[in-house]
């Protein structure tokens, strides 16, 4: 944890002497960019521009912008007649971590025909609000679609006073490999919102296991019961019901509410209901998630866990990263290098798990408190990269620019991303959820040697990002380096109460040339109405220029 207060007082002090009183003195937080440096246009070219490399070692996990809901199914094999295909072509997408929970969704019917009520808009609520939870743990929970099957030996109600009923569920219609195996069913007796239990729990036949979800649950019913799946036969230190935490945050608590929070997603609208520039429609729950703000806080993983009887000693997000359904990969040698909506993410909160005491270390490809370091080095930077081949579908092809080949740089475009799971980062005002606060929620520094450091200058923030297909990569923040730097380091932001303390960052496109701060650009004044026009014209260009950038925001 040594970073982080060394930067905190290192920046304020640095801006000072660079800037003095030409602005205030704001820290270089990328979160605290004046507003009145923003355009609302799509990034303009640098002169001879190019991609940094990035060093692979600094990111805690990679990542990518898909435009598929999590519970993405099309019907294309035929396997279900139940589709959930919504995408978010020119919005936000839904990100995506390569640490994978994949499940497999069976919609049941039972041997009286009777059909479970589970649809598209249930479907994808379930992984919606499963993402979010999850993304706290670095984790995004995936479907692999959807299966209908009817069973000749179940009734609905299924019977759950033992595991007879649900291990005939379970014992058919498996997914190969670690996939979770979910079944949507009609209802239970006695009545809950769903089961599940990993290969071990005591009663599962065949150590099969898996979960199963009624038509009427909670909105985190499918992420509760993935959670039993993945901790398996791990035990809270609760009483009677071990299976469950005694923690009423905890994701894991088992009774209804009031005594579990968990089950109920308190100010659901703050962040998927809010569609202001600033704030823009998410469709993510606010709750839960890191407590940030007036927002987040339920849906935690903090009770520790252990075998039955104790020591309840083992961290619950060692426990889940120690299921073998908890996949993971590491993409660093390439998704920090070009603007492709592949991200190389740093993550405070994972970087505290692997440093605790005891820690499994897999919440992070690479322990250690550092920062994600990017270098000139143009023959390292891949080339447009296979997304097909990776099973992506992103917003939009890449930026396709060569590695930057100059002896150093003066100007850095930072294409950072907006997550809508894992950006809990809020408006220091509102303390709403912010797309902006989302995108700028990193430290910068630049470099000549890479060992003295300093702190990058805002420039400009591009509202519309650099493509305007795409709302995941907007807010882009130009930098200018005091130096001839030759690196730049990033780390997430750490402002409390406003930055959740992880930032995904796409690409580094950087000039040898100091561009300075932009005003609006011709093409904006033409859009004035002519009553607007005359103001300009009769005022100070440049004021008026601010202003008309401002109107245009708020349309
Ligand atoms: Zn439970």
């Known amino acids: 944890m040594s970073i982080v207060p060394t930067l905190k007082r290192l920046v304020p002090t640095i801006v000072t002497a660079l800037v003095g009183a030409v602005l205030a003195p704001e820290p270089a937080h990328a979160a605290n960019i004046p507003i009145s440096l923003d355009l609302n246009i799509v990034r303009p070219a640098l002169p001879n521009e190019g991609y940094l490399h990035f060093m692979e070692g600094g990111e805690d996990l990679t990542g990518w912008i898909d435009i598929r809901n999590p519970a993405f199914y099309n019907g294309a094999d035929g396997r279900s007649t139940t589709i959930t295909n919504t995408t978010d072509p020119r919005g936000l997408g839904y990100d995506r971590s390569d640490f994978q929970v994949r499940v497999q969704n069976v919609v049941v019917t039972d041997q009286n025909g009777v059909t479970a009520g589970a649809n598209r808009a249930s479907i994808e609520r379930d992984y919606n609000v499963a993402s979010q939870i999850y993304r706290q743990l670095g984790i995004s929970p995936l479907s692999t679609g959807n299966v209908d099957a009817r069973y000749g030996n179940v009734t609905f109600p299924v019977d759950i006073n033992s ?332 402002l409390v109460s406003e930055d959740d303390r992880n930032t995904q960052i796409d690409a580094i496109i950087v000039s040898q040339t100091l561009v300075p701060t932009m005003d609006a650009p011709p093409s904006v004044a033409l859009l004035l109405s002519g009553a607007i026009v005359v103001f300009t014209l009769t005022t100070s260009r440049h004021l008026a220029r601010r202003r008309v950038s401002r109107r245009l925001k708020t349309q």
């Open 163 to 494: 595991f007879a009923e649900v291990n005939k569920l379970w014992a058919a219609n498996r997914p190969g490999g670690n996939t979770v195996p979910n079944y949507y069913v009609r209802d239970f007796t006695p009545g809950a919102s769903g089961v599940g239990a990993g290969p071990n729990f005591p009663g599962v036949a065949n150590n099969n296991g898996g979960t199963a979800i009624a038509d009427n649950h909670f909105n985190n019913a499918l992420a509760h019961e993935v959670g039993h799946f993945l901790l398996n036969n791990s035990r809270f230190n609760a009483g009677a019901d071990t299976a469950h935490s005694a923690v009423p945050a905890d994701l894991m608590c088992g009774q209804p509410p009031p005594a579990c929070t968990s089950f109920v997603i308190g100010n659901e609208p703050v962040k998927s209901d809010i569609s202001t520039q600033f704030q823009r429609l998410n469709g993510a729950p606010s709750q839960p998630g890191q407590r940030v703000g007036n927002i987040g806080g339920l849906d935690q993983f903090s009770a520790p866990v252990g075998p039955m009887g104790g020591p309840f000693t083992t961290a619950q997000i060692d426990a889940i990263y120690n299921s073998a359904s908890v996949v993971r990969a590491d993409h660093g040698a390439t998704f920090g290098d070009r603007a492709d909506f592949n991200f190389v993410e740093d993550n405070i909160p994972l970087e505290e798990a692997a440093a605790r005491p005891g820690s499994n270390q897999r919440m992070v490809n690479h322990p250690g408190f550092d920062f994600m370091v990017w270098q000139i080095n143009a023959g390292a930077v891949p080339p447009p990269l296979d997304e097909a081949a990776l099973g992506h579908e992103t917003p939009a092809p890449d930026l396709n620019l060569p590695g930057f080949n100059g002896p150093f740089f003066r100007t850095a475009d930072v294409v950072s991303l907006i997550s809508r799971y894992a950006d809990m980062d809020v408006d220091p005002a509102s303390l709403n959820w912010s797309a902006r606060e989302s995108a700028l929620d990193y430290i910068l520094q630049f470099s000549a040697d890479g060992s003295n450091w300093v702190n990058g200058l805002p420039v400009n923030v591009f509202d519309l990002g650099w493509t305007a297909a795409s709302q995941a990569e907007d807010f882009l923040a130009r930098w200018n380096s005091p130096v001839d730097a030759r690196f730049v380091r990033i780390q997430a932001d750490t």
